[in-house]
């Protein structure tokens, strides 16, 4: 074997490294947008001083719920995020309480940027088709939340539930922001999440490591049941 052949051998396997990993700073830098903001409460919007806050609300189609995780790519830190709209539940007010909060995500139809990211999260990480969705179950009730029947109040209460992941229940506490805009109450918030608490296989494959927690975030949206 030629010592010039060795040479242009090495000289080949160079020029593939620095495409593969040039190629990959450039899509990440260049042509990749930006992962999208952090789930949170909109601007507010005009509507009724005061409503009857009373009653039983529900989740529009507006609401959206996803999963945000960091990832290292070929050496690059990405932030990756999926998200789906496909969220409905309710949620009961009564006087300044409110209670019997229940959210249930279709995690079949969660999708980020990347198609082949997708594929990975809908079977060997999330098993959709076993696991189909996620979920949130209210245990104790919240008080303070009178406020809400005026027109742009914003509080910030703590939510104590059952929440489901993979077949995987635990109990956990989060805060919950919320915002009465109009005629709808919005609440949006982020709740931590380690992997392997909820049995979710290691994410990290071939050149992609991956965090071994993430963060589930969300906006919901709730209009009065007529």
């Given at each position: 074997m030629s010592r010039k052949w060795l040479l242009g051998f090495g000289a080949l396997?160079?020029?593939l490294l620095?495409?593969?990993f040039g190629g990959t700073w450039l899509y990440l830098n260049v042509?990749?947008?930006d992962a999208p903001d952090t789930l949170q409460l909109p601007d507010q919007t005009n509507g009724d001083a005061t409503i009857e806050l009373d009653g039983r609300w529900v989740v529009t189609p507006e609401s959206m719920a996803g999963?945000?995780?960091d990832e290292i790519l070929f050496g690059q830190?990405?932030?990756a995020v999926g998200r789906t709209s496909d969220v409905s539940g309710s949620v009961e007010f009564d006087g300044d309480?409110?209670?019997g909060l229940s959210v249930v995500v279709d995690m079949t139809s969660v999708v980020s940027d990347e198609p082949n990211r997708d594929q990975q999260y809908r079977t060997r990480i999330m098993d959709t088709e076993m696991f189909p969705t996620s979920q949130f179950e209210q245990t104790d009730a919240v008080s303070?939340?009178?406020a809400l029947a005026e027109n742009g109040a914003t509080l910030t209460v703590p939510v104590r539930g059952e929440f489901t992941v993979r077949g995987q229940t635990q109990t956990i506490e989060v805060d919950v922001d919320l915002q009465r805009s109009g005629d709808v109450v919005q609440a949006a918030g982020s709740i931590p999440i380690?992997?392997?608490d909820y049995g979710i296989p290691e994410p990290s494959i071939g050149a992609i490591s991956v965090d071994d927690n993430g963060v589930v975030e969300f906006l919901i949206t709730l209009e009065k049941d007529s």
């Open positions: 396997i160079l020029a620095v495409l593969a042509f990749r947008d999963y945000r995780v830190a990405v932030t309480t409110a209670r303070g939340v009178e380690v992997f392997a």
